[in-house]
């Protein structure tokens, strides 16, 4: 490549494994090789300048390929300090060409100098995990607002603040949820974050989790799939809800359900799921069993009070990597994983590829279509069309060789009927 784009990554000697890591994933994602394809000979999206602000991973990496096959100008930033993998980043400059500002364990000024160099390109299309790019934009940069024609946001925790910015009258353009799709739901969030948070448990601490009392805080999509693959490793599980309907759910699933300061006594894991703050705080540490190990699989570092954690401190020690221990007046020690922050992402790789190719396709075909269709759309939070994450999925049913039925004209017609009953 003779000349690099703009950039600030950690190291560009590692291009060559973060190639590599790329070409790996792309392997478990055809439905965005696909897209890619179609992109590559159609270009929805020449013209526009993306400013994405995501887990820099090699997932992440399949998903900026597309959009520049489409004819993006991409700028790609960390949407959190922890799960930048540096050998991507710089395979994204060096070996693809795409501008990004990513270094593993950034400061948080160099975190908000990096979403900065994102907004400079003057983005049309922002792209969001967690919505501190559009966070910064509105708070900082309000005039630039009008130049977005729109915008996209993967998780749970950005849909949430983008909701309460639109009830606000604060959002200043269209943004869809891709985070609210069946797919994205379904499958991202219950199998990607149950199989990656015990992932990131398991390489931190190389834990048995068979035998063991497992805590799963928060009983959405994120902690159903938890919870199921902790049953699934013979760990028993409690839940911890604050909904009625959800605590329900768990309960009939067989786990056990328990306020907080119940299930902290007998817990060996404490996994966060809730979206919520101070889930876990010092009454809780303080009925901890010695060696309790806590971590938060929601997306920003506030459901573990990590300061009252360290006011709790006599003595702290890096144990392995992304494991602190915490010692307490009394000699129990409670280790704590990734710093609090997503541990599947800072201790693991994050979702593995092949679910991520189905949030990824929904982003891409998102961005296609908001493209073709901002003009009509006003500054409210959108659904991804459903028909465009049904084609995600048949498209993915088809990568795996699974056909299904269609109806035959007489369901057709049963199902809109309402003149045939008993
Ligand atoms: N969010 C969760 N897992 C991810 C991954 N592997 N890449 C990008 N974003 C993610």
């Known amino acids: 490549m003779s000349e690099l784009p703009p950039s600030d990554v950690a190291d560009l000697g590692l291009a060559a494994q973060g190639r590599t890591r790329i070409e790996w994933a792309e392997r478990s994602m055809p439905v965005l090789r696909a897209i890619r394809e179609r992109f590559a000979a159609e270009r929805p999206l020449a013209g526009q300048r993306i400013a994405a602000c995501l887990h820099v991973t090699s997932e992440t990496a399949n998903l900026m390929r597309t959009l520049v096959a489409g004819g993006a100008d ?28 990513a270094v593993r364990a950034e400061d948080h000024d160099r975190y908000y100098r990096h979403i900065d160099a ?6 049309t299309i922002t792209m969001d995990d967690g919505c501190d790019l559009v966070n910064r934009l509105l708070s900082q940069r309000p005039e630039q607002a009008a130049t977005v024609l729109a915008g996209t946001e993967e998780t749970t925790t950005g849909v ?16 869809v949820a891709v985070n609210d799709t069946p797919t994205k739901h379904l499958f991202d969030n219950r199998y990607g974050t149950g199989q990656s948070t015990l992932d990131g448990i398991i390489r931190a601490t190389n834990v048995l989790l068979a035998g063991k009392t497992v805590v799963v805080a928060g009983y959405g999509y994120c902690g159903r799939g938890v919870a199921s693959r902790a049953k699934g490793h013979g760990a028993e599980v409690v839940v911890t809800e604050v909904d009625p309907v959800r605590a329900l759910e768990a309960a009939m699933e067989g786990f056990r359900v328990l306020p907080m300061a119940d299930a902290a006594p007998l817990g060996d894991v404490f996994v966060t799921v809730t979206g919520n703050t101070s889930v876990l705080r010092a009454e809780h540490f303080e009925a901890m069993k010695d060696g309790a190990i806590v971590c938060n699989s929601g997306h920003f570092d506030v459901e573990i009070d990590i300061p009252a954690l360290e006011k ?31 541990v599947n992402l800072g201790a ?13 396709a929904d982003q891409s075909l998102a961005v296609e279509w908001l493209v073709a269709n901002a003009a009509t759309l006003e500054p409210r939070v959108y659904d991804v069309p459903l028909d465009l994450d049904a084609e995600v999925a048949r498209l993915k049913l088809a990568s795996m060789g699974r056909a299904i039925d269609t109806l035959t004209a007489e369901q057709r017609h049963y199902l809109s009927s309402y003149d045939i009953g008993t």
């Open 74 to 101: 991409v700028t790609l930033v960390a949407s959190n300090p922890l799960s930048t993998q540096d050998d991507t980043a710089a395979a994204l400059v060096a070996e693809y060409g795409i501008a990004t500002h």
């Open 348 to 360: 693991a790789e994050g979702h593995p590829a092949a679910v991520m190719d189905m949030s990824f």
């Open 160 to 175: 949430i603040r983008l909701r309460a910015m639109e009830a606000d009258g604060a959002l200043r353009y269209p943004i």
């Open 118 to 123: 994102a907004l400079d390109t003057e983005p």
């Open 312 to 342: 709790l401190a006599t003595a702290r020690a890096v144990v392995r990597p992304n494991a602190e221990q915490v010692e307490l007046a009394d000699g129990r020690r409670i280790v704590l994983l990734a710093d609090g922050r997503l």
